[in-house]
């Protein structure tokens, strides 16, 4: 059984900072090139950032390179988003995805190249 596991969504204030969770069973997350997605309602899911199942590579969307940053922890089999100062138009339903294997520069922010998704977690920035 391959399951991904996002957590750590919630409410917070423009400028706030919060870490989301992407915990992997089934499978060992390391060798997968993890994404992660976001969905705001009536809107395309986007790509927000990857990190390379090989070397660890990280990369960023331009909306919000600078301010999130993507990590792993393999002894915990898990994913890491930090996100700060966060705007309201990060307000979204966040997914973490995974691909076996590497991925192509072009299809980084694919979501058609990712295999396994979890079940998102809510973020709302507000006032």
């Known amino acids: 059984q391959v399951q991904l596991v996002e957590s750590g969504g919630g409410l917070v204030q423009p400028g706030g900072s919060l870490r989301l969770s992407c915990a992997a069973s089934g499978f060992t997350l390391h060798r997968y090139a993890i994404g992660w997605f976001r969905q705001a309602p009536g809107k395309e899911r986007e790509g927000v950032s990857v990190i390379s199942d090989s070397d660890g590579r990280t990369y960023y969307v331009d909306s919000v390179k600078g301010r999130f940053t993507i990590s792993r922890d393999n002894a915990k089999n898990t994913v890491y988003l930090q996100m700060n100062n966060l705007k309201p138009d990060d307000t979204a339903v966040y997914y973490c995805?995974?691909?076996?294997?590497?991925?192509?520069?072009?299809?980084?922010?694919?979501?058609?190249?990712?295999?396994?998704w979890g079940q998102g977690t809510q973020v709302t920035v507000s006032s």
């Open positions: 995805a995974a691909r076996f294997g590497p991925l192509l520069s072009s299809s980084r922010f694919d979501r058609s190249a990712y295999s396994y």
